[in-house]
């Protein structure tokens, strides 16, 4: 156990120095900008709202969301469809120059903006729709910026390798973003998929 905490440490660390650590700094003071500027965006442009419902829809039906009943079933399919979009994200780290990691953190925290305004707009309390988003964001939130900023990593590495930096090790970072997944994100995910199963209907139904 010691050992495996010494090499998480030691792993983490390095990631940290070589880059990861500005990435997820970035990430974290972007996320907040991005859900001001959705909620100002559809409080501003309410037409904005339809197209953000229609994406979410979207989302929830080709994850299978909308069709599943049972509170187990449900919190692994939010498992799944969250390990799925936090997995892609870090494999477009490979993909040298793009930064395409940086789609799915913008995307997601617009949205979060977003829907803020079309529930206010629609008479619902922004405090009933923070009871439905931050039980589960506690993990969920922190997750994506980890997970997005790996990604942005995996790619500011490829890319200085692509370059010509011979101090890059390839392998190296995908063991670090290996362990991050593993050791960090993976936990955050599955705590994020039980709250929002288990623990969020019950607020929401005490506030509604």
């Known amino acids: 156990m010691n050992e495996l905490s010494s090499y998480l440490r030691r792993t983490l660390c390095e990631a940290w120095r070589n880059g990861y650590g500005e990435e997820a700094r970035r990430a974290a003071i972007v996320a907040p900008l991005l859900t001001l500027f959705g909620f100002a965006a559809a409080w501003f442009f309410p037409q904005l709202t339809d197209h953000v419902m229609g994406v979410l829809e979207q989302a929830v039906d080709s994850a299978g969301l909308g069709s599943v009943t049972e509170t187990r079933d449900m919190a692994a399919a939010i498992f799944a469809n969250n390990l799925?979009?936090?997995f892609s994200a870090i494999l477009w780290g490979l993909v040298p120059f793009a930064y395409l990691a940086a789609f799915p953190l913008g995307f997601n925290f617009f949205l979060i903006g977003a829907l803020g305004a079309y529930y206010v707009r629609s008479g619902?309390?922004?405090g009933v729709y923070l009871v439905g988003i931050l039980p589960h964001g506690?993990?969920?939130?922190?997750?994506?910026?980890?997970?997005?900023?790996?990604?942005?990593?995996?790619c500011s590495r490829v890319t200085a390798r692509v370059r010509g930096d011979k101090e890059v090790r390839i392998l190296r970072t995908l063991s670090e973003v290996s362990t991050l997944f593993l050791y960090v994100i993976l936990p955050l995910l599955?705590?994020?998929a039980l709250t929002e199963a288990y623990v969020t209907p019950r607020l929401l139904a005490m506030v509604l």
């Open 84 to 86: 799925t979009a936090a």
């Open 124 to 126: 619902s309390s922004l």
């Open 138 to 154: 506690v993990f969920e939130l922190p997750a994506l910026v980890l997970f997005c900023a790996a990604g942005l990593y995996l």
């Open 190 to 192: 599955a705590a994020a």
